[in-house]
Nanobody, 124 residues
Framework: QVQLVESGGGLVQAGGSLRLSCAAS????????MGWFRQAPGKERETVAA????????YYADSVKGRFTISRDNAKNTAYLQMNSLKPEDTAVYYC?????????????????WGQGTQVTVSS
């Protein structure tokens, strides 16, 4: 079992930055691929970014490429999502997720463990 706790969400003006953190516990973090996902009111969940267990490979949705950076620190059992140049359309609840495996998993359906989510609101 893996427990995930997100933090770092909040209210920010358009053009601003936030860094989300996802602290993991329960198993060997460096055996798990990680992903960040978001869901806005009335919309389906969408993939934001994903990272392989080693951090060597990453994936980004087109909507966030060049603005967001996913990373991980396996020594701290933590994954991060650095969000720059935020736009009002980035407003959503952001979730981190984990799954055991050595590949890169952009599809949220492949993940077994999810955090509780953190709200990100970008004002115009």
């Amino acid at each position: 079992q893996v427990q995930l706790v997100e933090s770092g969400g909040g209210l920010v003006q358009a053009g601003g930055s936030l860094r989300l953190s996802c602290a993991a516990s329960g198993r060997t973090f460096n055996s798990y691929a990680m992903g960040w996902f978001r869901q806005a009111p009335g919309k389906e969940r969408e993939t934001v970014a994903a990272i392989s267990y080693s951090g060597a490979r990453t994936y980004y949705a087109d909507s966030v490429k060049g603005r967001f950076t996913i990373s991980r620190d396996n020594a701290k059992n933590t994954a991060y999502l650095q969000m720059n140049s935020l736009k009002p359309e980035d407003t959503a609840v952001y979730y981190c997720a984990a799954r055991y495996g050595s590949n890169l998993y952009p599809n949220g359906n492949n993940y077994d463990y999810w955090g509780q989510g953190t709200q990100v609101t970008v004002s115009s």
